[in-house]
């Protein structure tokens, strides 16, 4: 809910194919034993919880900057 609320108030949505790679990104950072991963697409970042296969938090460009980004373990560039 978190997650789908950020995307709501910045305006950020997937099409399914970027839904598709963001998927494989966390299936792949899964593979490696990752168990919360920052997944870089395009101008978005989220944050994913790899065992619970859940967003946590979403964001763009302008929300990151300046950000710091703790708590994971791993990071996944599509």
Same mark, same amino acid.
């Given at each position: 809910?978190?997650?789908?609320?950020?995307?709501?108030?910045?305006?950020?949505?997937?099409?399914?194919?970027?839904? /598709?790679?963001?998927?494989?990104?966390?299936? *792949?950072?899964?593979?490696?034993?990752?168990? $919360?991963?920052? @997944?870089?697409?395009?101008?978005?970042?989220?944050?994913?919880?790899?065992?619970?296969?859940?967003?946590? /938090?979403?964001?763009?460009?302008?929300?990151? *900057?300046?950000?710091?980004?703790?708590?994971? $373990?791993?990071? @996944?560039?599509?």
């Amino acid at each position: 809910n978190h997650a789908i609320e950020r995307m709501r108030s910045r305006g950020i949505s997937f099409q399914p194919e970027e839904m /598709t790679d963001i998927e494989n990104a966390v299936a *792949k950072a899964a593979r490696k034993g990752a168990k $919360d991963t920052l @997944v870089l697409s395009g101008g978005n970042a989220l944050i994913v919880s790899v065992k619970n296969s859940t967003v946590v /938090t979403v964001m763009d460009r302008q929300a990151m *900057k300046d950000n710091v980004f703790t708590n994971i $373990d791993s990071t @996944v560039v599509i």
